[in-house]
């Protein structure tokens, strides 16, 4: 190995040993061994490296009770080594929070406004406004800020490149060149879902899962997929376009301006302007009601209302058949559905096992599990957080 190899490989264990921490949390000298697959000898001469660089610190008053001897310290991410900015742009919200080293966030602000009137250089001005005042709130004892991300709903190109959002009227536009002249920051741009599927599968019991696939059920219907272990980009840059895969010809209008995509019949906007068409519901935003109205929806269909029930069986249908296109094109190992329309889920479900049978041979139905994860609003910031910070070598 020559000098080049060995420095690099040496920052690639430190590497793996700053993300083997944001993975598991504290963790004793020998556990973090075993997790990397380095010698004690070489986890303690890297850890007494990130130490003396701030990157890690010994857990104050933290000793592993476990096993019998001598009590294990245990060593944790230093919080404030570094740190970076989050935006997460979808309809008509701007959010923007501070992640810190360990993959923490701080207070969230939020910022309403009509994201569809916003030409370009305005979208910019937002993001810039934003991003200034959390600079500006960044702690005295914090490290250097090390880059800026940006959670898109919609497409993006190459990390920079907004090709296309519902939120948005605007096209092809390099959102992140701009803020990275003006911040003089790396500035990486990505799919919420993409975030998402990064944030979901960025926990100890999900990490050895090779192929997952992160279906997010929400206002619009998208997809984050890791393959081999890693996120799966297009060669378009696009992401996985699930909701817009086709389930009927000619079927109902969709929020992309074709028709028949499994979105339109999946999608928040696509349930609520059916069921509004059947049923006594208040007027709604076309392209997005409220979480209030969508509940009462899932409620209606809870309590066997035929006409709540028979779209959630229709949209479950829908699903079905998209997730099996998927399974039979990739078999991912795990499919998790999420997103806020996860609320849905178990009136779908019947339905889409349903369609599921229907459409895939039995062996191509048992490689997959498929089950619902949690949704919580704060996994796509948590996804651009690990995403920016994982680009922190530490070297
Ligand atoms: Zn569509």
């Known amino acids: 190995m020559d000098r080049f190899e060995q420095e690099h490989s040496q920052n690639q264990n430190r590497h793996r040993i700053l993300q083997a921490l944001r993975?598991?949390?504290?963790?004793?000298?020998?556990?973090?061994?075993?997790?990397?697959?380095?010698?004690?000898?070489?986890?303690?001469?890297?850890t007494g490296d990130l130490i003396r660089d701030g990157l890690i610190r010994e857990?104050?008053?933290?000793?592993?009770?476990?096993?019998?001897?001598?009590?294990?310290?245990?060593?944790?991410?230093?919080?404030?080594?570094?740190?970076?900015?989050?935006?997460?742009?979808?309809?008509?919200?701007?959010?923007?929070?501070?992640?810190?080293?360990?993959?923490?966030?701080?207070?969230?602000?939020?910022?309403?406004?009509?994201?569809?009137?916003?030409?370009?250089?305005?979208?910019?001005?937002?993001?810039?406004?934003?991003?200034?005042?959390?600079?500006?709130?960044?702690p005295a004892d914090f490290g250097p800020l090390t880059g800026i991300g940006l959670a898109i709903q919609g497409l993006v190109h190459k990390n920079e490149t907004l090709v296309w959002s519902p939120a948005l009227s605007i096209r092809n536009h390099n959102i992140a060149a701009p803020l990275?002249?003006?911040?003089?920051?790396?500035?990486?741009?990505?799919?919420?879902?993409?975030?998402?599927?990064?944030?979901?599968?960025?926990?100890?019991?999900?990490?050895?899962?090779?192929?997952?696939?992160?279906?997010?059920?929400?206002?619009?219907?998208?997809?984050?997929?890791?393959?081999g272990g890693r996120l799966h980009s297009a060669s378009s840059g696009a992401g996985a376009?699930?909701?817009?895969?086709?389930?009927?010809?000619?079927?109902?209008?969709?929020?992309?301006?074709?028709?028949?995509?499994?979105?339109?019949?999946?999608?928040?906007?696509?349930?609520?302007?059916?069921?509004?068409?059947?049923?006594?519901?208040?007027?709604t935003d076309a392209l997005h009601p409220s979480e209030e109205?969508?509940?009462?929806?899932?409620?209606?269909?809870?309590?066997?209302?035929?006409?709540?029930?028979?779209?959630?069986?229709?949209?479950?249908?829908?699903?079905?058949?998209?997730l099996s296109n998927l399974i039979a094109l990739i078999g991912p190992d795990l499919i998790l559905v999420t997103g806020s329309g996860v609320r849905g889920y178990e009136q779908m479900e019947p339905e889409m096992r349903r369609a599921l049978d229907e459409a895939l041979v039995d062996t191509l139905l048992t490689q997959t599990e498929i089950r619902p994860y949690p949704w919580t609003a704060d996994l796509t910031i948590r996804g651009i957080v690990l995403q920016v910070l994982d680009g922190v070598r530490g070297g």
């Open 23 to 46: 993975l598991h949390g504290p963790l004793a000298r020998v556990d973090l061994g075993s997790i990397v697959s380095l010698s004690p000898a070489s986890v303690s001469s890297i």
């Open 59 to 138: 857990v104050p008053g933290g000793e592993s009770g476990r096993g019998r001897g001598r009590p294990k310290v245990l060593i944790e991410l230093t919080p404030q080594a570094a740190c970076m900015v989050a935006v997460k742009l979808s309809i008509n919200r701007i959010e923007v929070a501070l992640g810190d080293f360990a993959g923490g966030i701080g207070p969230v602000a939020v910022r309403a406004l009509n994201t569809l009137e916003l030409t370009g250089e305005a979208l910019i001005g937002h993001f810039a406004d934003m991003i200034d005042a959390c600079i500006k709130s960044i």
């Open 180 to 227: 990275a002249e003006r911040f003089r920051l790396p500035v990486i741009a990505m799919n919420d879902a993409d975030c998402i599927a990064l944030s979901i599968r960025h926990r100890a019991e999900l990490e050895a899962i090779e192929n997952l696939a992160v279906v997010m059920l929400g206002t619009g219907v998208g997809m984050g997929l890791i393959l």
């Open 241 to 283: 376009e699930f909701g817009h895969t086709k389930y009927q010809i000619d079927g109902p209008l969709c929020h992309c301006g074709r028709r028949g995509c499994i979105e339109s019949f999946v999608g928040d906007y696509a349930l609520y302007r059916d069921a509004r068409s059947m049923l006594d519901l208040p007027n």
């Open 293 to 322: 109205q969508m509940q009462a929806l899932v409620d209606l269909a809870q309590s066997g209302h035929p006409v709540a029930t028979s779209l959630f069986q229709q949209a479950g249908r829908a699903l079905g058949y998209g």
